[in-house]
T-cell receptor
Framework: GQNIDQPTEMTATEGAIVQINCTYQ??????LFWYQQHAGEAPTFLSY????GLEEKGRFSSFLSRSKGYSYLLLKELQMKDSASYLC??????????FGAGTTVTVRA | ETGVTQTPRHLVMGMTNKKSLKCEQH?????MYWYKQSAKKPLELMFV???????ENNSVPSRFSPECPNSSHLFLHLHTLQPEDSALYLC?????????????FGAGTRLSVL
């Protein structure tokens, strides 16, 4: 199976920056996704990277290095509503999507 | 609102019961998925349907039986479940089951097996 690792929990202060790392080992690669999931709600799509580099979308940015099997999700100007679980998912060479266990981010006032 | 609706949101059932989970998508997608989400574990893909045809069964026990009558509806029929089957069951849809298509998720059915 595929191996996708991300930290279990992170805590940060409102207004700060948090970086969630994701490392992966897959058979082939066809893109990496980040999802946000609030407790009791649906996972919602945040970003997609298939080429190396940084994709910026407002307060959220996602970076990919295919040679290192590494991605990060950067959350800037943290708000209380950003408290959620963040899921890293990788599409392998057979186009199957595999998920990490998720990183629970807690934003404190 | 993601365009993917799951019912019921919560379900409690005994091990001898038979129940069904329902998923409906209003996005015009052709692929639909069932995932199992257990606490502190990665989402586990269970089944994939593409244009109503099952294209993936990820070694799921036969006590879970999917049904896809059309591209907008997906069911998961449950019978003689075990307590370890208690989890959040998520449905998702995408344009097709390959490429860079983004999967859109429903809010899930929280299942408790007693």
């Amino acid at each position: 199976g595929q191996n996708i690792d991300q930290p279990t929990e992170m805590t940060a202060t409102e207004g700060a920056i948090v970086q969630i790392n994701c490392t992966y080992q897959t058979s082939g690669f066809n893109g990496l996704f980040w999802y946000q999931q609030h407790a009791g709600e649906a996972p919602t799509f945040l970003s997609y990277n298939v080429l190396d580099g940084l994709e910026e979308k407002g307060r959220f940015s996602s970076f990919l290095s295919r040679s290192k099997g590494y991605s990060y999700l950067l959350l800037k100007e943290l708000q209380m509503k950003d408290s959620a679980s963040y899921l890293c998912a990788v599409r392998d060479g057979d186009y199957k999507l595999s998920f990490g266990a998720g990183t629970t981010v807690t934003v404190r006032a | 609102e993601t365009g993917v609706t799951q019912t019921p949101r919560h379900l409690v059932m005994g091990m001898t019961n038979k129940k069904s989970l329902k998923c409906e998508q209003h996005l015009g997608h052709n692929a639909m998925y069932w995932y199992k989400q257990s606490a502190k574990k990665p989402l586990e893909l269970m089944f994939v349907y593409n244009f109503k045809e099952q294209t993936e069964n990820n070694s799921v026990p036969s006590r879970f039986s999917p049904e896809c009558p059309n591209s907008s509806h997906l069911f998961l029929h449950l019978h003689t479940l075990q307590p370890e089957d208690s989890a959040l069951y998520l449905c998702a849809s995408s344009q097709e089951s390959s490429g860079s298509d983004i999967q859109y998720f429903g809010a899930g059915t929280r299942l408790s097996v007693l």
